[in-house]
């Protein structure tokens, strides 16, 4: 296998990782702090999303920061098969979510002018996760076309 960069089990792969878990956490708690965000499903599903987004980082991060202190390679096919087909699940979620609630937000704020009637949302806010969720989808397709790119090498 090759070793490209943000491979599982490189520092570039850790920092992936990282970035992945800050953004959907930072998404998840600018949703959190905005006022009657769980009337609308389109924001619950990014919050799940961007929940599931943190758990799946932490875990590969977790496995990354094992495998670079006791120096061991992570890229075997089945360990590589394993995170594409994670990677990937996360990615089309983390995407539909951040989609799916930009849709919702556009409604509100450009269209309808909703958010102007109703002084209590905080649009700003929920526009601020749209952006992290976005964010993190980027980061998170980075990873999964680098452990296509390996898995596609063996």
Do not use: E
């Amino acid at each position: 296998m090759k070793n490209l960069l943000g491979g599982p089990g490189t520092v570039t792969g850790l920092l992936l990782r990282v970035g992945q878990c800050l953004c959907a956490s930072a998404s998840i708690g600018a949703m959190v702090s905005s006022m009657g965000f769980s009337n609308y499903t389109a924001f619950c599903y990014l919050i799940a999303s961007m929940g599931l987004q943190v758990i799946w980082s932490l875990g590969v991060a977790g496995l990354d920061i094992y495998a670079l202190k006791i120096r061991r390679n992570l890229q075997n096919p089945v360990l590589v098969s394993l995170f594409v087909v994670g990677d990937w699940v996360t990615a089309t979620l983390s995407l539909a979510a951040a989609c799916s609630s930009a849709g919702v937000t556009i409604l509100y704020i450009r269209d309808s002018d909703y958010c102007r009637s109703q002084p209590n949302l905080h649009c700003h806010r929920y526009q601020i996760s749209i952006a992290l969720g976005f964010m993190t989808w980027f980061l998170i397709s980075i990873s999964s076309l680098v452990m296509l790119w390996l898995l596609a090498s063996i």
